[in-house]
């Protein structure tokens, strides 16, 4: 069973940087496809980052050029460096891990995770 610990999460002003720590533990060997998710009160969770088996990335529209998405394979841990940040960057983020190696284009809809971490607050004043 995946277990995945988000942190890193706090408050800072518009313009910040924070990154975002996600520590997996019950790896299989060819790894999984991870992403970083948001949600905010009364809205639906969406996608922010994924990063497949092989490294590649992909983005949400909004965070894209500030955001950047990473893995360390050795220490089975996610990254996600968040630059710029924006007040609208307010959110609960997690981190979540699909037993797909690989997504398809609409990688950003929740269903195609299987796991999901608690959740780390980011709050970004202006």
């Keep these: 069973q995946v277990q995945l610990v988000e942190s ?10 924070l990154r975002l720590t996600c520590a997996q533990s019950g790896y299989r060997d060819r790894g999984y496809c991870m992403g970083w998710f948001r949600q905010t009160p009364g809205k639906e969770r969406e996608g922010v980052a994924h990063i497949d088996v092989d490294g590649d990335t992909r ?18 841990t996610l990254y996600l460096d968040m630059n710029s940040l924006r007040p609208e960057d ?3 983020y997690y981190c979540a ?5 690989r997504l398809p284009l609409n990688w950003y809809e ?7 971490g608690q959740g780390t607050q980011v709050t970004v004043s202006s």
């Design 8 to 17: 890193g999460g706090g408050s800072v002003q518009a313009g910040g940087s």
């Design 59 to 76: 983005y949400a529209t909004s965070v894209k050029g500030r955001f950047t998405v990473s893995k360390d394979n050795a220490k089975n």
């Design 90 to 92: 307010t959110a609960m």
């Design 97 to 101: 891990a699909s037993d797909f190696e």
């Design 110 to 116: 929740p269903r195609f995770f299987n796991h999901w």
